[in-house]
């Protein structure tokens, strides 16, 4: 199966600053990135995705790279709000339907 | 639109009862799976629907937990004989085809054993 570490396992950063997590994958094969966000009592929310042929893509504060070669991609959130504190999942997709997904950061934002 | 519904949003249940969870998916999507997240856990893949189908059940821990998909849309969950640790969150969630479509997921349902 693929495996997927995911870091750091927690996160605090200052209001305004950047937040940058990291996930590393084994599959060469794998070509679909996609990125959730988990608040409290609730499921995990698509907020981006990424595909293997592109390198990277922006929405608005947040933005994914990939590097395929390296066999890792990565989320970064600039210019951090409380309500960006929450647990962030990577995930990788394999096989013709799996996911795979990371063990989750826990980010918090401090004001 | 309408996103993944589950039900109950929460269900206590006695040890050595059944109970089933429900997932109203998105219509329109084949792929359905069922996920479950223990306390401050991650993700844990149990099974996977792609129509009425389940061609990965790889997922599901014991002979107590069955799954079934009726008219591709509609899953069902049931947990027999219940077991203090089978307390969770399940999540269910769909997307448009098995591939890379997005995957989208409900609120899920916490379980809780006593």
């Known amino acids: 199966g693929e495996n997927v570490e995911q870091h750091p396992s927690t996160l605090s950063v200052q209001e305004g600053d950047s937040a940058v997590i990291k996930c590393t994958y084994s599959?060469?094969?794998?070509?679909?990135f996609p990125w959730y966000k988990q608040e409290l009592g609730k499921g995990p929310q698509l907020i981006i995705d990424?595909?293997?042929?592109?390198g990277e893509k922006k929405d608005q504060r947040i933005a994914v790279t990939l590097n395929k070669t390296a066999k890792h991609f990565s989320l970064h959130i600039t210019e951090t709000q409380p309500e960006d504190s929450a647990v962030y999942f990577c995930a990788v997709s394999w096989g013709n339907y799996k996911l795979s997904f990371g063990a989750g950061t826990t980010v918090t934002v401090r004001a | 639109g309408a996103g993944v519904s589950q039900s109950p949003s929460n269900k206590v249940t006695e040890k050595g009862k059944d109970v089933e969870l429900r997932c109203d998916p998105i219509s329109g999507h084949t792929a359905l799976y069922w996920y479950r997240q223990s306390l401050g856990q991650g993700l844990e893949f149990l099974i996977y629907f792609q129509g009425n189908s389940a061609p990965d059940k790889s997922g599901l821990p014991s002979d107590r937990f069955s799954a079934e998909r009726t008219g591709g849309s509609v899953s069902t969950l049931t947990i027999q004989r219940t077991q203090q640790e089978d307390s969770a969150v399940y999540l269910c969630a769909s997307r448009r085809q098995g591939d890379n479509s997005p995957l989208h997921f409900g609120n899920g349902t916490r379980l809780t054993v006593t």
């Open positions: 599959d060469s094969a794998s070509n679909y």
């Open positions: 990424i595909r293997s042929n592109v």
